[in-house]
Structure formats: structure tokens, C-alpha cells
């Protein structure tokens, strides 16, 4: 399974289709969090919150399908994201946004440690750190040291482990319960789920399509899965994997409308548990923890993945003059095993809210938007106050993040980026225009 | 307030969304290849086709000089004769004949261009003869605007020039006739010209008939014949290819 070069380490021996790049872009985009974010949108926001969500994301991969085929006309070969931004950025912006992009990405790793963690906690009896540490062990197996050769040959399995889980689970329950039973319960227990017209659930759009698209647009894994894929067919796979990937955030809130209509619940940790009494067929609870593992894995894989060949293709690689294919993918192994134990680490002794980890990454995603925008779509090497604009904006978000609400700092992120961008855009046009009458 | 109907809709999409995604994901994998299949195909079909048209345009290409270089030796014929007269309605002739031969560059072409461009070559070569050449040619009306291969008619008539009727001493007679015939076009050009056998007019004719045959078969492959028959008579060259029209010329043809 060894790969012979570090381009094949990273982007497979062959370039993939239609089928197997939905697959790998599925694998990446149902994570953990897909499980428990749309039904906490769901309770916080009302059914339609739930579809709202599935919806937002299902555009900003439909989205992402424009940028995709922009990018591979400008560039139709690379391995990763760094090598686009490294033909697009000066090399002080370019060094902004790499480090940028390995902060959000150990920042996914760690949610998916925290699902896993969750997950762990929820199934076995055993200390955290035993089941935590099979864990990565088994992800840095199969991702780190099997490259995507490997993490592909898996992703099929996880997509229908999912799959069966999202198109069984809730069929078995609502045919075993129905849906009267199930609309009283709500009616009953959680009357403002069915409120169509809730205040701040335009809010909650808005500020989810900033972040998710963010979040799209700057994903590693995404920007990988981009360059291994057939050029003709770029467009079409990722509206694609948009679509059916609306399909399960949807599913995974069903199934929660299926644990609190009958009483009221805690948190959404209290959801799960009642999930897990609820589903007393043992075939349905191996598939949804198969599911759920499926998830988690394969996301953490793939980001895991992603990470390593971007620092190795693009932060040390420049600085090593003669290296092989060999040495370059031992580098890999090293580093994934490197970032597999820190994150090992910072799940077994640091454990926020879920939640609050997903709202605290909503600010860089929302800033760095409009950034990433402006370098795909400009023809020529854009100006460093563009990466520039995006890391203040972070800043100032979080520095007004105490005085205001989760979407208001959100849009105050994203807002500050497009006028920093706009205002040095217009300073440096006049500059130009000055230098020109001078000239 | 969300309504029971409206909650059952939603849940039935919530059910269902799963089930249709799975479809199309395994109708993607199952298809996708012989998707993939079918366009490769489809791309090399239309490879074959450009190459045969590259072929078909050089086999075009090659038969023009052919026949420049026969009617330079004609004109250079006149020259050495002093037939000053004919010599100038010759140059004439040659002009308007070029000045058709470089705007063709069609693949198929009116019968009625065909026929007019070999008119031209007729002139040239009734200058020469005189009142010794006698041609009788028949065209039906509502053939004119079928569409033939270029140069097929001149090849066949300049043929019948330099393999038998220059070596006539006395009357040069040509015949040439069109005739449609359940949907096949027949062109018969025969000539009283002195030959011994159809296989050495089909041998020493050989590059134009050939280029004939093959430009005929890159067009209608089988559906078009070609064939020759000579007799201490004369000789005769039978054409036959499916009749086509283009839609254009016949929307300009005159009633």
C-alpha cells in the first residue's frame, strides 16, 4: 500500500471520476458535527432551521463548483491549496494565509477529536483515552501513513455505513411509530420547533451561509479533492456532492425528531443518549454508531491528510533543497503522527462546548470569504492587504466578540474584511492613478 | 404554526431525500464508465471523420494539377500552331476556369457548378478540335442542383480527351448523360475514341479514375460505383452515387 512517489502519496496513482469524487467529498463533508449541528439548528431555529442548514451547505458546495472550475482553468495542475495561492499571493500573504489555513484545519481535527471523544464517552465503559486513543491510531493508520490510495479505498465503505444508516434508521421509526404520534409529541413538547416564521431565523441563515461558505471555499481537503479530479468533470461532481449531501443533515434531524417528541431534553449530548434509548434493535444501533464512526473518520482522515501534504508540499519543501519522493513522504508519516498525538492530547485534556468551538471558528471563516473570492476571480497576483484584511478582520471579531451575539460577530467579521478590502482597493487605485500624473 | 400536512411533507422528504441520493450515487457509478465509453467513442468517430475529411480535401487538392498541366499543354499546343484567335479565347476559357477551380473548396458541390466548370474545359479543348469534335451533353433539370464531388465530370471527360479521342483521327464524339434512378445519380461519358481494352484505359487513366474511386468511397463508401468499359468503338465510364441535395441550393433553385 506503500506509495511509490509523494504525488501519488497525495493525490492518488490515478485522477478520479465522477462517482469516486462524490464519495471522497461526501467522506470530507459528513462530519460529526453534520450530526449534531442540524438538529441543534433544528431545535434552536425550528424545522426550518434544520432544512435551512442542510440547504446552506448544499449551495456552498454547489458554489464551490464555480470556483473549482475557475481555478483548474487558471491552474490545471497542483497538488494542494497552497500551490494555487502560491501563483495568486505575494510571499508575505501567501505565509498569512498557509498559517491561517493549518490553524482552521487543526481546528477541524479537533472538533472531529471532540465527536470522537463524545462518541467514545456515549459507547464504551472503558477510560476515554483507551477508546480516544484507537481512535487516532486508527486514523493516522489509514490516512497518515495510507495515503489517499488508502483513505478512498475506506471512503466507500464509510459513505455506505452512512448511507444504510440515514435511509434505514429513520424509515424504521417513523413506520414503527408514525407521523401523528410524532406531531402531537412536538405540538406538545416543543411547540416553537413548528414556528415557521421564528425572529432570529434570518439571522441564522445569513451568518450560516457567511460561515459556510467560508468554510467551503477555504477547505484544504476540498481544494485537494479539486486537483484529483477529471477536469471536464469538476462542475458537475461538486454540485453534486452538494446535492445528496443535503440529504444528510436532513436525515440525522429526522431521527432526532424521532428522540424528543416524546419529552423535553437537557443539551444536544442529552439528545444522543435518548437516541441511543431509543434504538433497541441492536442491527440499527451498530449501523448508527458505524455511521457515526464512518463520520468522524473519515473527516478526520481526510483533514489530517490534507494538512500533512500541505505543510510538506508547501512549508518544507521550500526550504529543503534536494529532497526525494521518499523522504518526503516519511516527512508525512512524521508529521502525521506528530499532529495525531497533539490532538490526541488537546481532546483528553481540553474539552469545550461543541457548539462553541463550531461558533468560535464561524468568525475566521466569515472574514476569510470574500479574501478567497478576490484571489480566485482577480487575473493577476493579488496585493498583500487582501490576506492582510481577512487576519484583521479575525482580529476585530474577536475582540468585539464579548460585547455582541454569535451572528452579529460573525457579520462584524465578514463586514470588516469587505470594507478594509474595498477601502485599499480604492486607496490603491488613487495611488496608482497619482503615480501615473506624476509620471 | 406548522400544520400536520405540512409536517408529514417534511418528513416525507426527510425519508426520501436519503433513498433518491443513493439512486443517483449508484446510477453514477454504474453509468459513469459506459458514459465515459460513449464519449470517447463519440470523439473518436468524429476524429475518423475529420481525418477522412483531411484525406478527402488532399485527394481534391491532388487531382487540380493534373489537370493544370494537361490544359497547359493544350494552350502550349495552340501557341505552337500560331492559332493566335484561339489561342486568346482559349486564355479566355483557362481564366474562367481557374477563377471556379479556386472558389471551390467544397466537398460536394451543384451539378450544375460541376458542369459548368467542365464547360469551361470544353472550350478549351473545342478550340483544338474544331468543328471535328461533336459533344453532345444532357443534363435532366431537376439534377442540377444535386450535389456531386468536384472535378468528378472533368476528370472523366479529360480522360476521354487523352486516352482516346486525341488519338482519333476524323469525328471526336462525347457523350455525356445524367439520369436519376431510384435515388441514384448516373453519369455516363462515353467517347468514339481508339483504345485497345478497358484495362489499359483503366491503367493509364489510373490517377484520375483512381482519385475518383477514392474520393467516391470516403464519401458514400459501397453506395458509390465506378465502371469502365472499352471497345474498338470507344470507351465508356459509368458514375453512379447516391442522390443528395443540399437544402440551400435547392431553396435558390428556380422552379
Known amino acids: 500500500m506503500r506509495s511509490r512517489t509523494f504525488q501519488e502519496y497525495v493525490q492518488g496513482p490515478i485522477q478520479i471520476g465522477m462517482g469516486l469524487g462524490i464519495i471522497s467529498l461526501l467522506a470530507r463533508w459528513v462530519t460529526g458535527t453534520t450530526i449534531l449541528s442540524s438538529p441543534e439548528s433544528m431545535v434552536k431555529y425550528g424545522v426550518f432551521g434544520g432544512i435551512g442548514y442542510a ?25 494542494t491549496m497552497g500551490d494555487y495561492l502560491k501563483t495568486k499571493l505575494h510571499p508575505f500573504g501567501y505565509w498569512i494565509l498557509l498559517i491561517i489555513l493549518v490553524i482552521t484545519n487543526l481546528h477541524i481535527l479537533f472538533i472531529q477529536g471532540m465527536a470522537a471523544s463524545t462518541l467514545c464517552q456515549f459507547l464504551f465503559d472503558t477510560p476515554l483515552y483507551v477508546g480516544l486513543f484507537f481512535f487516532f491510531v486508527f486514523c493516522i493508520l489509514f490516512a497518515g501513513f495510507g495515503g489517499l490510495k488508502l483513505i478512498h479505498r475506506f471512503a466507500a465503505f464509510q459513505v455506505v455505513f452512512m448511507f444504510a444508516a440515514v435511509i434505514l434508521i429513520p424509515l424504521y421509526f417513523f413506520v414503527k411509530e408514525g407521523i401523528q404520534p410524532v406531531y402531537d409529541g412536538i405540538r406538545l413538547y416543543h411547540p416553537y420547533m413548528l414556528v415557521i416564521n421564528k425572529y432570529d431565523f ?57 428522540v424528543i417528541f416524546t419529552g423535553g431534553f437537557t443539551d444536544i449530548h442529552s439528545i444522543l443518549e435518548g437516541l441511543a434509548s431509543k434504538i433497541t434493535t441492536p442491527f440499527f444501533f451498530i449501523l448508527f454508531v458505524l455511521c457515526a464512526f464512518s463520520a468522524i473518520t473519515s ?74 473570492l478576490v484571489i480566485v476571480f482577480s487575473k493577476r497576483t493579488v496585493a498583500n492587504y487582501i490576506p492582510i484584511s481577512a487576519l484583521l478582520a479575525i482580529a476585530a471579531s474577536y475582540i468585539i466578540q464579548p460585547y455582541a451575539s454569535e451572528f452579529q460577530s460573525i457579520w462584524f467579521s465578514g463586514l470588516s474584511s469587505v470594507t478594509l478590502i474595498v477601502v485599499c482597493t480604492i486607496v490603491s487605485f488613487i495611488k496608482d492613478k497619482w503615480k501615473l500624473r506624476k509620471n | 404554526m406548522l400544520s400536520f400536512e405540512g409536517f408529514t411533507l417534511i418528513i416525507m422528504l426527510f425519508i426520501l431525500a436519503p433513498i433518491m441520493g443513493a439512486i443517483a450515487l449508484l446510477f453514477l457509478f454504474i453509468f459513469e464508465k459506459r ?53 486568346i479565347r482559349a486564355l479566355e476559357a483557362f481564366s474562367q476556369f481557374l477563377k471556379f477551380k479556386y472558389k471551390a473548396s467544397e466537398p460536394l458541390i451543384p451539378l450544375a457548378q460541376e458542369i459548368q466548370y467542365t464547360q469551361h474545359y470544353l472550350d478549351i479543348q473545342s478550340l483544338r478540335f474544331g468543328d471535328r469534335l461533336k459533344i453532345d451533353m444532357y443534363c435532366p433539370d431537376h439534377l442540377t442542383i444535386a450535389l456531386v464531388p468536384p472535378f468528378i465530370l472533368q476528370t472523366l471527360v479529360e480522360n476521354s480527351f487523352k486516352h ?80 443528395v441535395f443540399d437544402t440551400n441550393w435547392e431553396e435558390a433553385a428556380p422552379e
Request: hydrophobic share 50%; aromatic share 12%.
Open chain 1, 202 to 258: 434570518w439571522s441564522f441563515i445569513f451568518a450560516g451561509l457567511l460561515v459556510g461558505f467560508g468554510q467551503f471555499f477555504f477547505d484544504l481537503t476540498s481544494w485537494q479533492r479539486l486537483f484529483m479530479i477529471e477536469l471536464k468533470k469538476v462542475p458537475l461532481t461538486f454540485s453534486l456532492s452538494g446535492l445528496i449531501w443535503l440529504i444528510f443533515p436532513l436525515s440525522f434531524s429526522s431521527l432526532f425528531i424521532m
Open chain 2, 164 to 243: 482516346g479521342l486525341e488519338k482519333k483521327v476524323g469525328e471526336a464524339l462525347l457523350h455525356i448523360r445524367f439520369r436519376l434512378d431510384s435515388e441514384t445519380v448516373h453519369l455516363e461519358v462515353k467517347d468514339n475514341g481508339l483504345i485497345g481494352n478497358a484495362a489499359t484505359a483503366a491503367e493509364e487513366g489510373g490517377h484520375g479514375l483512381d482519385n475518383i474511386q477514392k474520393r467516391l468511397y470516403l464519401y458514400f463508401s459501397n453506395r458509390a460505383q465506378l465502371t469502365i468499359a472499352s471497345n474498338e468503338n470507344g470507351t465508356k465510364v459509368e458514375v453512379s452515387w447516391p442522390l
Open chain 1, 55 to 79: 440547504i446552506m451547505g448544499a449551495i456552498a458546495l454547489v458554489m464551490f463548483s464555480f470556483i473549482g472550475k475557475r481555478v483548474r482553468h487558471d491552474f490545471p495542475v497542483g497538488l
Open chain 1, 299 to 372: 473527516t478526520f482522515g481526510a483533514c489530517l491528510h490534507a494538512l500533512v501534504s500541505l505543510i510538506v508540499a508547501n512549508m518544507i519543501e521550500p526550504f529543503q533543497d534536494q529532497t526525494n519522493d521518499q523522504q518526503k513522504i516519511r516527512m508525512a508519516y512524521l508529521l502525521s503522527t506528530c499532529i495525531g498525538v497533539l490532538i490526541f492530547m488537546a481532546t483528553l485534556f481540553y474539552s469545550p462546548n461543541l457548539m462553541e468551538l463550531l461558533f468560535y471558528s464561524g468568525n475566521i471563516y466569515s472574514a476569510l470569504l470574500v479574501p478567497i
Open chain 2, 35 to 87: 458514459i465515459d465509453l460513449l464519449e470517447n467513442k463519440n470523439k473518436e468517430i468524429r476524429l475518423e471523420q475529420a481525418l477522412q475529411e483531411a484525406q478527402y480535401n488532399k485527394l481534391n487538392q491532388q487531382i487540380q494539377p493534373h489537370f493544370l498541366f494537361n490544359t497547359l499543354n493544350v494552350i502550349l499546343g495552340l501557341a505552337r500552331l500560331n492559332r493566335k484567335a484561339e489561342l
